[in-house]
C-alpha cells in the first residue's frame, strides 16, 4: 500500500506538463496494522506519535506508573483522530516496539520473539539503538545482551537495575529514534531489511549486531 501524497504537476516551459521531479518511491506503511508500543518515555511517546502519524489502524500503548498511557493516548486522539488506540498488552498486535533503558526484561523479550517483528529502542546516556529483530533472521534482544555480557561481564547486573528505569533521551534524539524505530518496524512488516541503528545528538548512524552463538533464537 502506498500512503505517499500525490506529486506536483510541474509545467516544464515547452507546453507540456511534468509530474514531481523524481521517480516515486514505494513508502514503507503502517496502513492496516496494529502496532503496539512498550515503554512511553521520550522515546516511547515518539514512537506512538509516528506510528499513529504513519498510519497504523491501531496503536496500543503499555506504560507504567512512571510513564502511564493515558496522557500519550489523549495525544495520539488529537494528532491522528482516525487511529484507534487500545491500554492493553493482551490484544494480538502485528508489530511492537519496545523503549527501553539499556536493556529489556529477558520475560518481555521472549515473549516479543514469539509474537512476531519488533524493533528495540534502548536508550543510555549518550544516544539510543535501534535493533529490529525478525526472529531466526538476525540478532535478537538476548544476542544483544550476550554480546554486551562479552563485553562487560557486570552487565546481567547492571541490565537487571535498567528494567525497572524509564528511559530517556534528549528531545531531537527521541525524536529521530521514534520515527527511525517506526520505519523500520514498517520494514519488518513488508518483509523489507531493517537494520539496526545508533542515534547520538540526533543524528543517525548504521551499526552492526551480529547474531551471538550462545543464543537458542536460530540466528547465528
Ligand atoms: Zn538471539
Not at 130 to 136: E, M, Q, S
Request: with cysteine.
Amino acid at each position: 500500500m502506498d500512503d505517499a501524497p500525490s506529486p506536483p504537476v510541474l509545467w516544464r516551459g515547452d507546453g507540456a506538463d511534468q509530474v514531481g521531479i523524481a521517480r516515486r518511491a514505494r513508502r514503507r506503511t503502517l496502513a492496516g496494522h496494529h502496532v503496539r508500543v512498550h515503554g512511553l518515555g521520550p522515546v516511547g511517546v515518539a514512537a506512538a506519535e509516528a506510528a499513529a502519524r504513519g498510519g497504523a489502524d491501531a496503536v496500543s500503548l503499555a506504560g507504567s506508573r512512571e510513564a502511564p498511557a493515558a496522557p500519550v493516548a489523549r495525544l495520539l486522539a488529537r494528532i491522528a483522530p482516525g487511529t484507534r488506540i487500545h491500554l492493553d498488552t493482551a490484544r494480538r498486535v502485528d508489530g511492537s516496539i519496545v523503549a527501553a533503558y539499556g536493556s529489556v526484561a529477558p520475560a518481555l523479550a521472549h515473549r516479543l520473539l514469539l509474537d512476531g517483528p519488533h524493533v528495540a529502542a534502548l536508550a543510555d546516556e549518550s544516544g539510543v539503538s535501534i535493533l529490529p529483530v525478525r526472529a531466526g533472521a538476525g540478532a535478537c534482544l538476548r544476542c544483544h545482551a550476550l554480546l554486551r555480557t562479552d563485553r562487560d561481564p557486570a552487565w546481567p547486573v547492571l541490565a537487571r537495575q535498567c528494567e525497572a528505569l524509564t528511559e530517556q533521551a534528549d528531545p531531537l534524539t527521541a525524536t529521530v529514534a521514534g520515527g527511525l524505530a517506526v520505519a523500520s518496524l514498517a520494514a519488518l512488516l513488508e518483509n523489507r531489511p531493517a537494520r539496526p541503528w545508533r542515534i547520538e545528538h540526533g543524528l543517525p548512524r548504521r551499526t552492526a549486531v551480529p547474531p551471538h552463538p550462545a543464543c537458542g533464537c536460530g540466528a547465528a
